[in-house]
């Protein structure tokens, strides 16, 4: 199945235009199998989401994009986070003690906003986001060949903030899941892939295909 892991709705992150109603829809539409809901340094949507997976049955799982003070990471699988900017490396650790998962996002992105070099230093991080539909190809590039340096689980997701967005860019999960414990322990088990919407269906990319230019919504 395919999941898009960084997600932004409008209701916790100020920068989007997108209701959770309208991102089940046309995830549905574009055969993505569960969407991942993961506002800027905030889980508020944690309890609207769980009631509204249930009542549409389709998974979404909350998460964060907290900022750190070395750039964006979201994790999933936690219950407390920071309510201020501290250290990649104490973030990190603080979804380690609760038994989350976390990735480095758009880390290359010339925002300011991502682990850049960093990536190489901290400790604990899972994967790395190789995939962003906000983000150049060569910055996406670049953190592919680091995730392949480093070993880590790569990532594709959109990071949408606008429908068209929805679905660009998600990750293959080699195993169906339904709830968020399903969706951590199959991210763990190292089978995941990015990929990328193409002409109606979703490919795998092999990383080694270079990217010159953002793939089109068809």
Known sequence: M???????????????????????EIAKERGL???CITDHDDMGLKEFAAEYSKKVDFPIFVGIEFFSLQGDIVAFGI???PKERVSAQEF???????????????????????????????????GIEVLNGSTLPEANKKAADYAKELGKITVGSSDCHIPEKIGFFATYFPEDVKTLEDMIRVFRSG????????????????????IHKPFLIK
């Open 79 to 81: 219950e407390e986070y």
């Open 191 to 210: 089978g995941c892939k990015p990929a990328y919407y193409w002409e109606g269906e979703y490919k795998i990319w092999d990383m080694e295909t270079p």
């Open 33 to 35: 199998g569960a969407i």
């Open 92 to 126: 990190i650790d603080l979804v380690k003690a609760q038994g989350g998962i976390c990735f480095a996002v758009h880390p290359f992105r010339n925002n300011n906003r991502g682990l850049e070099e960093n990536l190489k230093t901290v400790q604990g991080l899972d």
């Open 2 to 24: 395919f999941i898009d892991m960084h997600m932004h709705e409008s209701r916790y992150s100020k920068d989007s235009f997108l209701m959770l109603e309208e991102m089940v």
